[in-house]
C-alpha cells in the first residue's frame, strides 16, 4: 500500500483453525497457485470478481484510515452481509489490492454468528445480500451510481446464486424453501428464467424430490 497510494485496501488468503486449533484448509479467494503474489483491481473489477459472495476474508484485510473515514462505517441494518457491503463501498473509491499469501487465520468455533445465521435460513442471508447492493448504489461514489451494467451483473448473479441455494434445498427435500428461493431469484433477476439453473431446477421440481433422488443416486452408481 505505501508503493500503490491509489490502492483503498487490500486481502490475501486466510487460513481456517478449528477449535481445537487445528488448520483445516486455505481459504484462496482468487484461486491461490495460478495468481501472481500481488495484484491490484480497480473497483469494478473488483467488484465483479465478487459478484453476489464476500470474496473478502475479513481478518485479512487492511483499509486506508482516511479512506475509512471518507466512507463512513457500517450499517446497522446489514449485521450479516456489512462486511461485503463495505468491501464494494470502499471499491466504489479506490483500487483493491491482492495478496496471494497466508494473511491471517479465521478461527471457527460453535460461536460463530455466520454458523447460526446459516443454520437459521439461508433466505434471509440472500435478501440481506440484495439490501446490501441497493445501500451500495445509493451510497457509493458517484460513478458506481450511474452504473446500470454493473448493477445488472450483481443482481444477474446474486439471482444465479439463489438459484444454486434453492437446487440445494430441494436435494435436502426442503421443497418450501426452494420454492421461497427460487421467487426470490425471480423478484431479483427476471433473466434468470432463461438460464441454465433455472430449468434444472424446475426439472427437478416437476419429477418431484423422491424421484429425482433416485435418479440422482442411480447415476452416481453407475459413474462409479
Avoid at 437459521?120 to 435478501?127: H, K, V
Amino acid at each position: 500500500m505505501s508503493n500503490q497510494p491509489h490502492v483503498g485496501f487490500t486481502f490475501g488468503n486466510a487460513l481456517i483453525a478449528e477449535p481445537d486449533g487445528i488448520i483445516t484448509k486455505r481459504v484462496d479467494p482468487l484461486g491461490g497457485n495460478n495468481m501472481p503474489t500481488v495484484q491490484v483491481m480497480s473497483g469494478p473489477q473488483f467488484m465483479r470478481l465478487s459478484g453476489a459472495n464476500n470474496l473478502v476474508p475479513t481478518p485479512t484485510a487492511v483499509v486506508r484510515t482516511a479512506l475509512q473515514k471518507q466512507v463512513g462505517g457500517y450499517h446497522k441494518e446489514l449485521p450479516h452481509t456489512g462486511d461485503m457491503e463495505m468491501w464494494l463501498r470502499l471499491a466504489s473509491h479506490a483500487e483493491v489490492g491482492y495478496i496471494n499469501d497466508d494473511q491471517a487465520v479465521y478461527r471457527r468455533h460453535a460461536s460463530n454468528m455466520s454458523l447460526q445465521y446459516y443454520g437459521q435460513s439461508i433466505l434471509p442471508d440472500l435478501r440481506q445480500r440484495k439490501q446490501a447492493f441497493d445501500i451500495l448504489f445509493r451510497q457509493g461514489a458517484d460513478s458506481l451510481r450511474k452504473d446500470e451494467k454493473l448493477r445488472r451483473f450483481l443482481a444477474r448473479d446474486l439471482g444465479k446464486e439463489a438459484l444454486r441455494l434453492a437446487g440445494m434445498a430441494f436435494n435436502n427435500f426442503d421443497v418450501a424453501t426452494a420454492v421461497a428461493i427460487q421467487r426470490f431469484a425471480l423478484e431479483v433477476s427476471p433473466e434468470v428464467r432463461n438460464s441454465l439453473p433455472w430449468i434444472k431446477l424446475v426439472c427437478k421440481q416437476t419429477i418431484g424430490p423422491k424421484c429425482w433422488y433416485a435418479l440422482n443416486s442411480l447415476g452416481r452408481r453407475v459413474a462409479g
